[in-house]
């Protein structure tokens, strides 16, 4: 059985940061909605980019593959990533999966 | 002397002759399943034999691989010959025998003073090798230092030599670990829609192993019946006990699956030499890390060594981004165990720690993956508050019990692959 889930990304400008904000579920089905969203993003002139998942109320293993791909992708052309997380599920995931120390927060 | 005598020496001589030349053919053997023959310089054993001459002080040093009929230079930091005739007295002697092969004035031994290096324009007048001394003990070569000058070497310089010749095996036992996992998972993927069923064979033991001092039941279940589960478990036993592990590839499907069949057998590669989990979670994470997939794609693994001492058991356990597994203790009360470590095969140069854990007879040590805790506590939860309080009234009813009693906890509808092993202390 698998579960159809539901996610909104929104991407838009703050100064010179990219601010991706996901509300829903991000996991196996939606992952391709991030990876997308961060497509293209080295070439828009951003210094920065925020991944705000405090709305996130689920995350799996291929939610945090797409967070962490976008980590290696913004930071492999010298600009900053960092999150906006809350305590929750997520951030519980992070936690067990040993990378909450990798990432930078707001 | 009769010559019926001259008939028999020379038949003891051919198969003297025989026994060395089989040896030497598993020795080439060898070398051909390393692949390294005519391959291009590469920076890991061109750091080595820059330190080696740094460290020892000499100008030349080498890591060799003696050919049939060659000794071919796979690092030459000094000099810039490629390969020299396979010539007694050098890498070609010292690879006959085990340790350290010391020349300290190569023109007045006579072990080399006929060698051409020695002998001719070269003017080589000191030789230090130590053989490359693969893991089932063959000689493929050496890492040696040289120098046109006489000297002396230490014993400590000795020990330096032999801890860069280690580091050149590990590096290359490693590629091949590597390069098997790679052919393997390569040929899982060219299968993979219709040998769902072979490839979720392969990332299981055929069946448990019986080891005296436990009792184990496993238990698999695939969300989607159509596809391959990405979830692992493993069972080996070891010379002091049992080693176990489980474990989960990001994403679903055969793709996750070949990264965990790649993970799995690597990890069985690893420990065919090493049972200490924290190090073999390191080895395992460097080599997936330094050959990622396209998309790329991490595990997560729970490893634990179990070594039976008169109280039970000590359990030596290193989690890589993977939940933390549950000791059921005897009388009845349920805790995690471990240290959250990172996930695997993302991030060269990861740290993994581990922790020793006393379990006593009649503890249960329950390993799972993280479906497991989807589906008995709640869609996206990674807390195990509620799997402990289902385990707690099991203590001591056996593992196949306690696995019966979680399959009913899972149910028919998974919404994730859920994969367990729970062990019993006898």
Redesign the interface.
Known sequence: MRRDTVVTIDAHREGDALWIRIVGELDVSTEPELIQAGEGVENEGYSKVVLDIREVAFMDSSGLRAALWLKDKVEGHGMKYSLVVSDGPVKRLLDVAGVASWFTYE | MLIGEVGQRQGWEARVLDSSRIEEMRRLEAVRRYDILDTPPDGAFERITALASRLLGTPISIVSVVDEDRIWFKSHHGVEVEEVDREPGLCASAILQEGPWIVADAKSDPRTLANSLVAGEFGLQFYAGVPLTTFDGFNLGTLCVLDQEPREISAEEVETLSDLASLVVDELELRLAARRALELEGALRRNAEHTARTLQQSLLPIELPAVEGFRLAARYHV??KDEVGGDFYDVVPTPSGLALGVG?????GTEAAGATGAARWTLRTIFSQEWNPAVALTRLNELLARHPED????V?IALASLTLDSEGAKCTLS?????KPLVVRGKGSTEAIGE????IG??QGVKFEEVTVQLFKGDTLVMFT?GLLETTCG?????DARLRELLNPLAGKGPEAIADALDAAVGD????DVGFLVVELL
């Open positions: 969300a989607n989960d590839a990001c994403g679903k998309p790329r794609r991490y997560t989690l890589g981004g993977h939940p959250a470590g990172p996930l993302w991030s993280d869609h996206g939860e990674t807390s509808e998974m919404t994730d």
